[in-house]
């Protein structure tokens, strides 16, 4: 199945480049541009993408800005933040906004077209140079700036231990297949517990129920 992308990005240069390195994919076709976030917006809901490769820092509506509507429209598109910014404020509000990955715009063609297929699978993604601050950064938050809804936090007791389990693995960013081999089980068990852990937490997708782990204070750095 191909996967179907739309660019957001105000610089033409980076559009152009990225869609010739995806359009070389036998699996991925680039079926859309958009210069600024709001174009981004309603070009997701004429085209309907599988994913979005969101840039942050576009005119008239931010990427931040834009995946937030786009989440809240209940669009089946993904989006993949790519920045050149390595700040850890962006991941949170990308995270926030409902973004399913962050990647920054260094990362080689490999690495885009993979991220590509992480996210459109339903993984979560984040750059690896990020990840262990925003793994110590979630367990210091508090309270007061939870970003999961009360509604998961209270339907955490719901979870199986070997729910929970799964949840943790989820969050220290192992894959399917990598849980399974950990585990000891098959792959479709594992689809099977992540599918029911997004049920139960009222969750949109893997990145949420990362997010919820380090909350929920199940991850910790180390």
Same mark, same amino acid.
Not at 166 to 178: F, R
């Given at each position: 199945?191909?996967?179907?992308?739309?660019?957001?990005?105000?610089?033409?240069?980076?559009?152009?480049?990225?869609?010739?390195?995806?359009?070389?994919?036998?699996?991925?076709?680039?079926?859309?541009?958009?210069?600024?976030?709001?174009?981004?917006?309603?070009?997701?809901?004429?085209?309907?993408?599988?994913?979005?490769?969101?840039?942050?820092?576009?005119? *008239?509506?931010?990427?931040?800005?834009? @995946?937030?509507?786009?989440?809240? /429209?209940? $669009?089946? &598109?993904?989006?993949?933040? %790519? =920045?050149?910014?390595?700040?850890?404020?962006?991941?949170?509000?990308?995270?926030?906004?409902?973004?399913?990955?962050?990647?920054?715009?260094?990362?080689?063609?490999?690495?885009?077209?993979?991220?590509?297929?992480?996210?459109?699978?339903?993984?979560?993604?984040?750059?690896?140079?990020?990840?262990?601050?925003?793994?110590? *950064?979630?367990?210091?938050?508090?309270? @007061?700036?939870?970003?999961?809804? /009360?509604? $998961?936090? &209270?339907?955490?007791?719901? %979870? =199986?231990?070997?729910?929970?389990?799964?949840?943790?693995?989820?969050?220290?960013?192992?894959?399917?297949?990598?849980?399974?081999?950990?585990?000891?089980?098959?792959?479709?068990?594992?689809?099977?517990?992540?599918?029911?852990?997004?049920?139960?937490?009222?969750?949109?997708?893997?990145?949420?129920?990362?997010?919820?782990?380090?909350?929920?204070?199940?991850?910790?750095?180390?």
């Amino acid at each position: 199945m191909t996967i179907r992308v739309l660019i957001a990005d105000d610089q033409m240069m980076v559009r152009e480049g990225f869609s010739v390195l995806l359009n070389a994919m036998p699996d991925i076709e680039v079926v859309g541009e958009a210069v600024n976030g709001r174009q981004a917006v309603e070009r997701v809901r004429e085209l309907a993408p599988d994913i979005v490769l969101m840039d942050i820092r576009m005119p *008239e509506l931010n990427g931040i800005e834009a @995946t937030r509507e786009i989440v809240a /429209a209940d $669009a089946t &598109a993904k989006v993949l933040v %790519l =920045t050149t910014f390595d700040l850890d404020e962006y991941v949170y509000q990308a995270l926030r906004a409902g973004a399913s990955g962050f990647l920054l715009k260094d990362a080689s063609a490999r690495q885009l077209a993979d991220g590509v297929r992480v996210v459109a699978s339903g993984e979560a993604l984040l750059a690896p140079s990020v990840t262990k601050r925003l793994i110590a *950064e979630f367990s210091r938050l508090s309270e @007061t700036t939870r970003l999961m809804p /009360a509604g $998961a936090q &209270a339907a955490y007791g719901e %979870l =199986t231990d070997r729910e929970t389990e799964v949840l943790i693995l989820i969050a220290q960013g192992l894959s399917n297949a990598e849980i399974a081999e950990r585990l000891v089980v098959a792959e479709s068990t594992i689809k099977t517990h992540v599918s029911r852990i997004l049920v139960k937490l009222g969750l949109r997708d893997r990145t949420q129920a990362a997010v919820f782990a380090y909350e929920a204070r199940l991850v910790t750095p180390g």
